[in-house]
């Protein structure tokens, strides 16, 4: 997080589908000077094989195809 100052930032934990930024985040910039996001991508390095997306892509396309839309 950033160091304190007098600006107002906000923290987005919710969805990070595209239509749901729309209408979640985009919105809440008339109220805050900042909004800070949650990286959408998982960290493979501290994830259980089985849910790993580098040991298993094929099971995990679609949302990787999901959050590289999201994220360009």
Request: net charge negative; aromatic share 12%.
């Amino acid at each position: 997080m950033p160091p304190p100052d007098s600006s107002l930032r906000a923290l987005y934990l919710g969805e990070n589908e595209p239509e749901m930024m729309l209408q979640n985040v985009f919105r809440f910039c008339l109220y805050a000077d900042q909004i800070l996001l949650v990286n959408p991508f998982d960290n493979p390095n501290v994830m259980a094989e089985k849910f790993n997306p580098i040991h298993h892509p094929g099971e995990w396309r679609l949302q990787t195809i999901r959050l590289v839309y999201w994220c360009c």
